[in-house]
């Protein structure tokens, strides 16, 4: 029953008009970045960048949405001999791999097609990738936690926001304010804490432009051979915190 779910559910996805916006965004700014950039390096780089303050916003507001619009799908779905705990999970991995194939697949055919295999490039992609499950999850955490369809979009748009912009503001301004005080390992905590900013600084370090972000850059220097498995791990727990709330709330849930 959990594989038919699944089947049933990216098969209905990868349908979707909000698949194929995926994998032609992501298709037609990885040939402008290739094509037009003559630098492959800062091409890696300026797309990575796109895909971490994009992916994060694609997938909270794909996962709302779609649990708003599939509600009564759900809750027929819910009257026959299925558990709770398959359904949530269903729903999870088929909207994780419908993003993640629209994505990695929009995202290497360009690079593919100008340059051929290139490994770096595929470890930075991988990497990217790894926000999808943690914002997926989060989005429907969200849109369980509230019933309004606007106000939990609304929230959606909020919690990207904080995770894209406003979390590092704050941390600027902490390091600035306290510039006098020797708070660098500090920083680098609230720096790993952000999986976005993780991700960011390790896509760095595999290209070997550590030197741009600083004393954080030297630091990660050290471990620069476990800095994807740590990236991956902590997406993983991040991915997993949210998923465990979310099927909570979802067993509990009255539909």
Known sequence: MPVKLIKYELYD??????????????????????????????????????????????????????????????????TQPVKRLWLFLSIFISLSLSLIIGFLLGSFLPFYYLLGIDYTYIRVLLLNAFVIPIFTSLGILLA???????KGVGLALLVWLIFSALYDGLLLYIIILFSD???????????????????????????GLHEIIGFVGKWLLKYSDK?????????????LLFLSLGSLVFRKKDF
């Open 181 to 207: 005080y020797p708070i660098e390992k500090f920083v680098i905590f609230l720096t790993l804490l952000n999986p976005i900013d993780l991700i960011r600084l390790t896509t760095l370090m595999d290209t």
């Open 144 to 150: 369980l936690i509230e019933e309004d369809r606007l």
């Open 13 to 78: 996805l990868i349908k979707s008009k909000w698949l194929l916006g995926i994998f032609f965004f992501y298709l037609s700014v990885a040939y402008a970045f290739l094509d037009f950039g003559k630098d492959t390096t800062k091409a890696i780089i300026s797309h990575s960048n796109l895909a971490l303050i994009t992916l994060p916003l694609f997938s909270l507001l794909l996962s709302t949405i779609y649990f708003y619009n599939n509600k009564n799908f759900i809750s027929f779905v819910l």
């Open 227 to 239: 800095l994807f498995m740590f990236s991956a791990l902590l997406s993983s727990f991040y991915s």
